[in-house]
């Protein structure tokens, strides 16, 4: 017999609460990145709430102040920014076991090889929460060329708040190592 329980609600904090945001950054490791101090956005992330949406805008620009990057009208610009925001549902089906039956609680033998009427019996709950991914690209403004591409990725949550967290704690992972330290041959 198996006996299937859905507890979205009461999992999905849990969830939510053990994933970090993961993190993965690319650049062109032929460009100099001390030559862009200035950008523009040419793409904004939409998302279903348009505050999160500014929240993002916001972390990435505090990141790059905090770099010595400045946002600019797009003729004066260095670098443009474009970011994308998707999300995705998950399930995950979690079973649990009893251990009884054949070589159960009891040992073997036990009730003619099972120990009872309920033997073997499992519980499963099934789980659904959604996974959000933020990319992040900064492109040569003049060549129109990629020189450096983000992508973090997290559970979302029902709570604003945590998001947000999520939001920042991913972005800032995300310019840790901005912009990237390129080494410099000397003939």
Known sequence: MRTVKMFCWAVLPFIAACSGVEVHTDYDAAVDFTHYKTYFWTKTPTTKNPLMADRIVAEIDGQLFAKGWRKVPEAKADATIAAHVTTQEHEQ?????NNVGPGGWYGPGFAGGWAGAGAGVSTSTVSYFT?????????????????????????VTDDPQQNQKAVADGVAKMFKNFPPLIA???P
């Not at 089906?93 to 076991?97: A, L, S, V």
């Not at 959000?132 to 559970?155: Q, S, Y």
């Open 93 to 97: 089906i979690n079973t649990m076991y």
């Open 131 to 155: 996974v959000g991914t933020l990319l992040v690209d900064i492109l040569d403004a003049k060549a129109k060329k990629g020189i450096w591409h983000a992508t973090a990725e997290g559970t």
């Open 184 to 186: 410099v041959s000397k």
